[in-house]
C-alpha cells in the first residue's frame, strides 16, 4: 500500500430490532477490536453500493435503507491514513457468517447498549 496519500473506507453499522452488527477484526488495521463490515472504497463505486458488497463479502448479509452517519480522517493507525465514509443501514436478511476468515474471526448481533460500552 502507497503511504503518500490517503485511502478511502466506507464502513457499515448494520441495525436490526436494537441490536447491532459487530466484527471481531484481523490483520494490520485494527486486529482484536471489534467493526462494523467496511473495506476500501473502489474506482466508480458509490457508497451505498460498497456498503452492499462488502457486507454481503464479509458476513452474507443483504441489507437496505442505506444513509449516511459520519465522515472522518483517521491517522490513528499510522502510517496508515484513511478517510473514512461512515454509514447506517438496516438489516434485510440473512444470518452473519464468517466468510471472510482472514480479515474477521466473528459476526455477532449486540444490543446496542452493550455496543456502546464496547463489545
Same mark, same amino acid.
Given at each position: 500500500?502507497?503511504?503518500?496519500?490517503?485511502?478511502?473506507?466506507?464502513?457499515?453499522?448494520?441495525?436490526?430490532?436494537?441490536?447491532?452488527?459487530?466484527?471481531?477484526?484481523?490483520?494490520?488495521?485494527?486486529?482484536?477490536?471489534?467493526?462494523?463490515?467496511?473495506?476500501?472504497?473502489?474506482?466508480? =463505486?458509490?457508497? +451505498?453500493?460498497? #456498503?452492499?458488497? !462488502?457486507?454481503?463479502?464479509?458476513?452474507?448479509?443483504?441489507?437496505?435503507?442505506?444513509?449516511?452517519?459520519?465522515?472522518?480522517?483517521?491517522?490513528?493507525?499510522?502510517?496508515?491514513?484513511?478517510?473514512?465514509?461512515?454509514?447506517?443501514?438496516?438489516?434485510?436478511?440473512?444470518?452473519?457468517?464468517?466468510?471472510?476468515? =482472514?480479515?474477521? +474471526?466473528?459476526? #455477532?448481533?449486540? !444490543?446496542?447498549?452493550?455496543?456502546?460500552?464496547?463489545?
Amino acid at each position: 500500500m502507497e503511504r503518500n496519500h490517503p485511502h478511502v473506507g466506507v464502513g457499515v453499522m448494520i441495525l436490526t430490532e436494537e441490536k447491532v452488527l459487530l466484527g471481531q477484526r484481523k490483520g494490520p488495521h485494527g486486529a482484536g477490536e471489534y467493526a462494523f463490515p467496511g473495506v476500501h472504497l473502489e474506482y466508480g =463505486e458509490s457508497f +451505498a453500493a460498497c #456498503a452492499q458488497r !462488502e457486507t454481503r463479502e464479509e458476513s452474507g448479509l443483504e441489507i437496505t435503507n442505506i444513509r449516511f452517519q459520519f465522515v472522518a480522517n483517521i491517522m490513528y493507525y499510522a502510517p496508515r491514513h484513511y478517510v473514512h465514509i461512515g454509514l447506517i443501514a438496516d438489516w434485510k436478511r440473512g444470518t452473519p457468517a464468517v466468510l471472510e476468515p =482472514e480479515a474477521s +474471526a466473528t459476526w #455477532a448481533w449486540y !444490543e446496542v447498549d452493550h455496543a456502546m460500552r464496547g463489545a
